[in-house]
C-alpha cells in the first residue's frame, strides 16, 4: 500500500470514529507520517525485477527471460535522479543527510553496482569518493573505465543506513525500482556488482561472493560479475589478487563486446 492511500484510509477512520463517538477519537489526534510498503514501492516505478530461477546454480541463471524493467515515456538519468531526491519511501530518508543518486556518464559502457553510501558520500552527495571510492577508481582506471569517461556508479540503496550497516531487505526493496529505472534508461554494456550485498539483491540470491565473484552470467540480456568490494580489500590485502583476475576476466568480455571501448 502506498503512502497517500494508508493516508486517505486514517481519515476515514478518524472521520468514522468522530461521528460515532461525537467527539475526536483517541489515537487520532495526529496524523502518523506513512510510507510506502516495500512492495508498492519496488513496483511504483517500474514492474517487477528479475529473480534466478536457481540460487544453486549461478552460471546458467537465465535473468534474460524477465521482463524489462521500464522506465516512464522519456525519463531520462537525470529525471530518475530527481524522483530519488525526493524519495520518502523507507526511514532511511530521515537519517541523511544527501541522497546520493549515482554518477556518472549518461551512455556507459559499465554501469558499477555497490551497497550503499557511506560517511562521505552522505556529506557530498556524491558515491564512492571515501577511501574504497579512491581505490575503485584505481581498480577502473586499470582496466580503462572511469566514472568521467565510460561508466556509471550506483548503489543498492541511495541514502546512507546508519552506522554503515547492511541496507535492510526492505529498504533495498524500496529502492529498487529506482535501480531498475537507471538500468533501463543506461542501457550498459556489461554490470559489475561489488561485493555480497550488490550481488544478492541484483541477482535475488543468496550465494555468496566468494563462490559468485569472477563469473559472468546473464541478467536480463546484460553480462553481469560480481567481485569483491573495494572496502572488503582494504580489509584484507589478500583479496586483493582475485579482484584483479576478476576485472581482468571482465575487461576481455567487455573487450569482446565493445573492442573499442578503451580507445
Wanted: with cysteine; hydrophobic share 40%; charged share 25%.
Amino acid at each position: 500500500m502506498k503512502a497517500d492511500e494508508k493516508s486517505l484510509l486514517y481519515n476515514m477512520l478518524k472521520k468514522t470514529s468522530a461521528a460515532i463517538l461525537g467527539c475526536a477519537a483517541k489515537g487520532f489526534e495526529a496524523e502518523p507520517q506513512f510510507f510506502d510498503d516495500p512492495e508498492a514501492a519496488q513496483n511504483s516505478f517500474s514492474p517487477e525485477s528479475a529473480a534466478p530461477q536457481s540460487p544453486a546454480a549461478p552460471v546458467s541463471q537465465n535473468f534474460s527471460q524477465a521482463q524489462d524493467a521500464a522506465a516512464p515515456a522519456g525519463a531520462t538519468i537525470d529525471s530518475v535522479a530527481q524522483k530519488i531526491v525526493s524519495c520518502g519511501r523507507c526511514p532511511l530518508c530521515k537519517t541523511r543527510k544527501n541522497v546520493v543518486p549515482g554518477e556518472g556518464v549518461s551512455n556507459p559502457y559499465v554501469l558499477v553496482v555497490g551497497e550503499g553510501p557511506g560517511a562521505d558520500e552522505d556529506e557530498q552527495g556524491r558515491p564512492f569518493v571515501g577511501r574504497a571510492g579512491q581505490l575503485l577508481d584505481k581498480m577502473l582506471a586499470a582496466i580503462n573505465l572511469s566514472r568521467q569517461k565510460n561508466c556509471f556508479i550506483a548503489n543498492i540503496v541511495k541514502c546512507r543506513p546508519p552506522m554503515n550497516r547492511d541496507p535492510e531487505p526492505q529498504e533495498a526493496a524500496a529502492c529498487r525500482s529506482f535501480l531498475d529505472a537507471q538500468i533501463h534508461v543506461l542501457k550498459p554494456k556489461m554490470i559489475l556488482a561489488l561485493g555480497r550485498v550488490a550481488l544478492q539483491n541484483l541477482l535475488d540470491t543468496s550465494i555468496g561472493i566468494n563462490r559468485m565473484r569472477g563469473q559472468i552470467v546473464d541478467f536480463k540480456g546484460i553480462p553481469f560479475m560480481a567481485t569483491y568490494h573495494p572496502s572488503a580489500l582494504l580489509r584484507d590485502e589478500s583479496l586483493k589478487r582475485p579482484a584483479w583476475e576478476d576485472l581482468k576476466a571482465f575487461r576481455q568480455k567487455l573487450i569482446e563486446i565493445c573492442p573499442d571501448y578503451d580507445k
